[in-house]
């Protein structure tokens, strides 16, 4: 197995790289561990403690850490509130605890600088996945179980089975721990492996052979798969400034429309469901928006629009102390000027004048909400923001990118990067200028 190890793990990376081992203390991260030690790559230890089984997942910690000091390697280890998570972003333990594993893994990955993290899923592990991935309506890629290599992430002992593994931990006399959630049937993985498996064993003894070749044609046809709906894709769908959209009226004359639109927008997080819901969609009035863990998408007039959903930033107070200098939190250069006969105004949108005397700080730039109102430049009547952008022909997008610089009273003195308030232009009367740069 040590021979097969050194074979198998010499396609998967280089000798030079530095791998982080994800070690739970369970008998495959363990015999992971000992097949690493009997080579000479450089590696870590990373263990993730999800809180969800008390004292036993603290002695987990405890036991991992003590493998790491006895193997003189480094030890890192991180404490999630796994259980407030699920309910926070109202997914499973199981996919809390998934995001939160290897969210971590790439994050501790790229500030030790190692360059791959190694899971120590075996053999056995990719037949559960295939039927729990088949009752999930994952499609074909779904069915091609679990790689042996994916970008940064290797499985090295993917090609060992469960009595394998058992057996070289019983032939080096290597300690490990149970976890007591294996042995419980709730979870959809357990009662595969306790009873649908032995089933097809019962009909069956090579069904595991049988099934790894069902797997291996499967990512074989997968793979003409994923090719054509990249070029069908290169076709369908732009990008211009962080926004990736799709023609409708070119989607529309797909056959099997909903699939070619799931494949586009899956990479973004959203599911089956949701692309069924704006097929159904598409005929109607836009402006409805869809949302991912990290991307919304708008069904437009014309397009399907994606873009990723930035933190709203909070408002930003201007003191008068700034004046004359630049904002360099948030790109603004205020300036006072005297106001006086051949004073030039700069025809630029990025620029807005306003009489000083009239401004009262602090300022406040914020994002616009619905019921704001302003007087636009050149015109004597307010004018509710929803309409102006309307008249603007913007898209809820950039509806969302806009930002408002706000007089002390609360008055709208600006609609950055748009239209600046005609109460507070400058006049005749006007003895002082504040020029305010968007930069």
């Known amino acids: 197995m040590i021979d097969r190890f050194f074979l198998h793990i010499s396609t998967l990376i280089r000798p030079s790289d530095k791998v982080l081992l994800a070690v739970s203390g369970g008998i495959d991260s363990v015999v992971m561990l000992h097949l690493f030690k009997q080579t000479s790559y450089n590696v870590s230890i990373a263990h993730c403690n999800f809180q969800l089984r008390g004292k036993d997942a603290d002695e987990d910690e405890n036991f991992v850490k003590q493998l790491a000091l006895h193997y003189d390697i480094p030890f890192y280890s991180v404490r999630f509130d796994t259980q407030g998570y699920a309910e926070k972003c109202g997914i499973s333990i199981q996919m809390a605890a998934r995001e939160l594993r290897y969210d971590w893994f790439h994050s501790l990955m790229r500030e030790i600088q190692y360059d791959c993290i190694a899971t120590a899923h075996q053999r056995d592990d990719v037949l559960e996945t295939f039927f729990i991935n088949m009752l999930r309506k994952t499609g074909i890629k779904g069915l091609c179980g679990i790689k042996e290599k994916n970008e940064h992430i290797i499985r090295p002992i993917l090609r060992f089975s469960r009595q394998e593994i058992i057996a070289y931990a019983d032939q080096f006399g290597l300690a490990y721990r149970e976890d007591k959630s294996n042995e419980d049937d709730y979870y959809r993985r357990n009662y595969i492996r306790h009873h649908i498996l032995p089933k097809l064993k019962q009909m069956q003894a090579n069904y ?27 076709e369908m769908m732009t990008e211009n400034d962080a926004v990736y959209m799709i023609d409708i009226q070119k989607l529309k004359q797909l056959n099997n429309l909903t699939t070619y639109l799931y494949e586009f927008i899956s990479p973004f997080g959203f599911n089956r469901t949701q692309t069924e819901n704006i097929v159904d969609i598409l005929d109607n009035e836009s402006g409805k928006m869809f949302y991912s863990s990290a991307y919304c998408l708008l069904k437009d007039r014309n397009s399907i629009q994606i873009k990723f959903i930035e933190k709203q930033a909070a408002s930003i107070v201007i003191e008068d102390r700034f004046a004359n200098n630049k904002m360099q ?39 616009w909400k619905e019921g704001d109102v302003f007087f636009p430049f050149g015109m004597k009547g307010s004018k509710k923001l929803s309409d102006f952008f309307i008249d603007n022909k913007m898209s809820l997008f950039e ?31 006007s003895k002082t200028a504040l020029k305010i740069t968007y930069y």
């Not at 790894?212 to 290169?234: F, M, P």
């Not at 250069?333 to 106001?339: C, N, S, T, V």
């Not at 610089?405 to 400058?426: A, Q």
Request: one cysteine or more; charged letters at 35%.
């Open 399 to 429: 509806k969302q990118e806009i930002d408002l610089l706000c007089n002390g009273n609360g008055d709208i003195l600006w609609v950055i990067g748009k239209r600046s308030d005609n109460r507070y232009r400058l006049t005749t009367s």
């Open 208 to 234: 595991d052979d049988v099934l790894h070749e069902t797997i291996e044609i499967l990512q074989q046809q997968e793979a003409i798969y994923s090719q054509h709906i990249k070029e069908v894709k290169a």
């Open 329 to 367: 939190e948030y790109r603004l250069l205020l300036e006072r000027l005297p106001y006086c006969q051949g004073f030039e105004i700069e025809d630029r949108t990025e620029v807005a004048y306003f009489d000083a005397d009239k401004i009262e700080f602090p300022l406040l730039v914020r994002k």
